[in-house]
């Protein structure tokens, strides 16, 4: 997405986002940004930089969220609607898309303020209509959105049988458009008399759920939120700090992973 997004940035700043699908439910306003990896920029800089910024792109409705140092001098980070970060000169001439990288580091500056910009209250998700495994002690926290179909949540399903300690919240979100059996399945999981046993046994192990009787189910709900949230592919992982994975992971890296982001 975003060798698109650089490819297609002019005319329009916003339009590769909804080329590619991508609609984060921040999108057409202005939310208030978690703090800057640098010190706010000054007045005059943010106040020239919005006002140019968001008089160009008016017809798409941008709206700068935050302007910030970086560590180069002259170049400043700016935030803007649906949490999309981009650098520029204090002048708003010109625009840089892409990743601001810490050399010493090897760390992404840009992937770490838009991690922090699009995190998620965990606490708030709708555990009740995720199908819930514990393994161990469940010490370890993660939650999943996930389609019946996907190959890549079944190479996922496969890692998490490999571990203990670990509690896993899977919120089905069947994508029509790649897996047209994907709801029925779901459904049909969810309404089955164990639904844990049902989906580690169809993820992990290939057993194809018996036929029930289709009883009231979150599906469309919980697809709905997963929309809402800005995601557009399976598996996506959202960890108790808040931030989010998009896509499978191996161990040991996997385990690393919600490890690290617990807290």
């Known amino acids: 997405m975003k060798t698109k ?43 020239t930089l919005t006002t140019k910024l968001e008089q160009m792109y008016a017809a798409q409705d941008l709206k700068v969220v935050s302007v910030a140092d970086t560590p180069i001098q002259g170049i400043y980070e700016v935030v803007v609607s649906g949490n999309q970060v981009l650098y520029t000169d204090a002048k708003g001439d010109y625009i840089l898309v892409g990743d601001l990288i810490n050399t010493a580091t090897r760390e992404s500056l840009t992937d770490e303020r838009t991690a922090e910009l699009n995190k998620i209250d965990f606490a708030s998700l709708p555990l009740d209509k995720a199908i819930k495994e514990v393994r161990g002690n469940g010490r370890l926290k993660v939650v999943v959105f996930s389609d019946p179909d996907c190959p890549f949540c079944k190479r996922l399903e496969h890692e998490f049988e490999k571990m203990t300690d670990i509690t896993i919240y899977n919120f089905m979100m069947p994508i029509a458009s790649l897996h047209p059996d994907a709801a029925r399945k779901a459904e049909v999981i969810w309404c089955s008399p164990n639904r844990t046993k049902t989906w580690t046994e169809w993820m992990r192990h290939g057993k194809t759920p018996a036929t029930v009787k289709i009883c009231d189910n979150p599906v469309t709900e919980t697809t709905s939120l997963g929309e809402q949230l800005g995601f557009t592919g399976t598996p996506t992982l959202i960890f108790p700090n808040g931030r989010t994975q998009s896509g499978y992971s191996p161990l040991p890296q996997l385990k690393e992973i919600i490890e690290k982001n617990q807290k």
């Open 5 to 47: 997004f650089l490819r297609t940035l002019l005319p329009s700043l916003l339009l590769p986002l909804v080329a590619c699908g991508q609609t984060p439910v921040s999108q057409n306003k202005a939310a208030s940004a978690p703090a800057a990896l640098g010190k706010p920029a000054a007045k005059n800089v943010t106040d």
